[in-house]
C-alpha cells in the first residue's frame, strides 16, 4: 500500500461527526486515499465509487473481516456471484415496485397516520423516537412476520447490531450485547416461521426453492434491520432535518406537494442515511491513481461520492429542484443494490406528508438543536420539533 497524503487525514471520529468538509479535501487531493484510521482505502469520488460497487471480481463483499458477517454471519449482504443471489431472491422479490405499493401503501399510511395523531396535542415531539423508528419497526415487523415481538424489542435488537458493525468499522470489537440479541431474534425467526402467517416473509423465505437454512434466513433477517429499520429511521430523520432546516426549501414543498418526492432525493443524496460500504480487493488494481494491492480494504464513502461536485453543482446546498438528485447512490449500486428502496421511500414520503398536513407550524425545537452524527449510520442523535403558535 502506497499513498501520498499526511498524518493530517481525517480519523474516525472526524468522520463520525462531520465528514463532508475531510471528504471534499481527500476527493481533490486523492479520490482513493489510504486512511490508517480506517484500516484501507477510502473512496470519495463518484465515479470510483461506481467502479468499485459495480465490479464484484475485483472488489467483493465475501471476506471474513466483513463487518456484517463478523456480527450475523454469511448474508446477503457478505456474499457474492451464485451465493449472494440464493440469499437475497427469496427476500427481494416481495418488495418489487408493484409489489410493494400494493402490500404496504395503505399500511404505512395508516401507521403514520396514527403515529402522528398521537402525539398532535402534546404540540412538540422527538421525530426520531415518536415517528421515523416506530413506523420502520412496524413495517419491517409486518414484512417479516414478526407476530408477538414488541417494537421496543425489535429496535434494541438493531440497535444492538447497529453499535457492533459501527465499532467494528472503527477498527474495534464488537460488545457482547449483539450476541444476545442475535440469540432472541433466531428464537423469534424460528417461532415466525412455524407459525407461517400468511404474508410473512419468514416463512416464503424458508420455504423458498433456494432452501436456505434456519440459521441463513435469521442471518438475512437481521440484514433487512439495518437496511429497513435503522437506514430507514434515518432516512426519515435526515429528510425532515433538511427540510425543517431549510425554510424556503419547505416552503417550496408546502406550495407544490409534488415536490416532496424531489425533496426526499435531495436529502437521501446530501446526507444518506448509510454513509459507507465495504469492499476487499481480489487482485492488484489501479484506482484512481491508487494502487490497491489483493485483500485490501477499499471503503467506499457514499456520503463523498453524494456530494462529488463534477456531478451535482453546489453539493452542499439542499435543492429540492436539484435537476439530478436521484443519482445519489444512497441505496448503494450494483449486485448489492438496497432492493428495499421502494419501500424506504415509501415510509419517509408518507412520513413527512404525514407531519405537513397534520402539524401546522411544524418547525425546528430551537432549544434543541440537531444534525447529523455516526461513521457508517448517520441520523442525528435525536430530532426536536414544535409546531402550532
Given at each position: 500500500?502506497?499513498?501520498?497524503?499526511?498524518?493530517?487525514?481525517?480519523?474516525?471520529?472526524?468522520?463520525?461527526?462531520?465528514?463532508?468538509?475531510?471528504?471534499?479535501?481527500?476527493?481533490?487531493?486523492?479520490?482513493?486515499?489510504?486512511?490508517?484510521?480506517?484500516?484501507?482505502?477510502?473512496?470519495?469520488?463518484?465515479?470510483?465509487?461506481?467502479?468499485?460497487?459495480?465490479?464484484?471480481?475485483?472488489?467483493?463483499?465475501?471476506?471474513?473481516?466483513?463487518?456484517?458477517?463478523?456480527?450475523?454471519?454469511?448474508?446477503?449482504?457478505?456474499?457474492?456471484?451464485?451465493?449472494?443471489?440464493?440469499?437475497?431472491?427469496?427476500?427481494?422479490?416481495?418488495?418489487?415496485?408493484?409489489?410493494?405499493?400494493?402490500?404496504?401503501?395503505?399500511?404505512?399510511?395508516?401507521?403514520?397516520?396514527?403515529?402522528?395523531?398521537?402525539?398532535?396535542?402534546?404540540?412538540?415531539?422527538?421525530?426520531r423516537g415518536d415517528l421515523a423508528g416506530p413506523l420502520a419497526v412496524a413495517a419491517v415487523t409486518e414484512a417479516l412476520g414478526l407476530d408477538g415481538v414488541d417494537a421496543a424489542t425489535v429496535r434494541s435488537w438493531y440497535g444492538a447490531f447497529v453499535d457492533a458493525v459501527s465499532a467494528i468499522t472503527a477498527c474495534g470489537t464488537a460488545p457482547p450485547g449483539a450476541g444476545e440479541a442475535y440469540e432472541l431474534l433466531t428464537a423469534a425467526v424460528e417461532e415466525a416461521i412455524t407459525a407461517s402467517h400468511p404474508g410473512s416473509l419468514l416463512a416464503e423465505a424458508a420455504r423458498d426453492e433456494a432452501r436456505l437454512t434456519t440459521p441463513e434466513v435469521v442471518a438475512n433477517s437481521a440484514i433487512l434491520m439495518f437496511g429497513g429499520i435503522d437506514t430507514t429511521e434515518g432516512m426519515i430523520a435526515n429528510a425532515a432535518l433538511h427540510l425543517l432546516g431549510h425554510p424556503d426549501q419547505l416552503r417550496l414543498v408546502l406550495d407544490d406537494p409534488d415536490l416532496l418526492p424531489a425533496a426526499v432525493e435531495e436529502s437521501l443524496r446530501l446526507e444518506p442515511a448509510a454513509s459507507v460500504v465495504d469492499r476487499y480487493a481480489t487482485r492488484d488494481v489501479a484506482l484512481g491513481g491508487a494502487e490497491i494491492r489483493a485483500g485490501d480494504l477499499v471503503r467506499v464513502s457514499i456520503a463523498g461520492a453524494n456530494r462529488d461536485p463534477a456531478v451535482f453543482p453546489d453539493p452542499d446546498r439542499f435543492d429540492v429542484r436539484r435537476h439530478n438528485a436521484d443519482d445519489h447512490l444512497a441505496f448503494a449500486h450494483g449486485p448489492h443494490f438496497c432492493f428495499g428502496s421502494h419501500l424506504a421511500r415509501l415510509e419517509t414520503r408518507t412520513a413527512l406528508a404525514a407531519l405537513l398536513d397534520r402539524l401546522p407550524g411544524l418547525r425546528l425545537d430551537p432549544d434543541r438543536p440537531a444534525r447529523p452524527h455516526g461513521l457508517v449510520f448517520r441520523k442525528p442523535p435525536r430530532l426536536d420539533v414544535r409546531w402550532g403558535r
Open positions: 500500500m502506497t499513498s501520498d497524503l499526511t498524518s493530517a487525514d481525517p480519523t474516525a471520529a472526524d468522520l463520525e461527526d462531520d465528514p463532508h468538509p475531510h471528504l471534499a479535501r481527500l476527493r481533490e487531493r486523492a479520490p482513493a486515499a489510504l486512511l490508517p484510521g480506517l484500516g484501507g482505502w477510502l473512496v470519495t469520488s463518484r465515479d470510483l465509487a461506481l467502479r468499485v460497487m459495480r465490479d464484484a471480481d475485483a472488489f467483493t463483499v465475501d471476506d471474513p473481516r466483513f463487518s456484517t458477517a463478523q456480527v450475523v454471519g454469511p448474508s446477503m449482504l457478505s456474499l457474492d456471484g451464485p451465493a449472494h443471489t440464493r440469499h437475497r431472491d427469496p427476500f427481494a422479490r416481495p418488495f418489487r415496485p408493484a409489489r410493494t405499493r400494493e402490500r404496504f401503501t395503505a399500511f404505512v399510511e395508516a401507521e403514520a397516520a396514527r403515529l402522528v395523531d398521537g402525539f398532535a396535542p402534546a404540540g412538540r415531539a422527538e421525530l
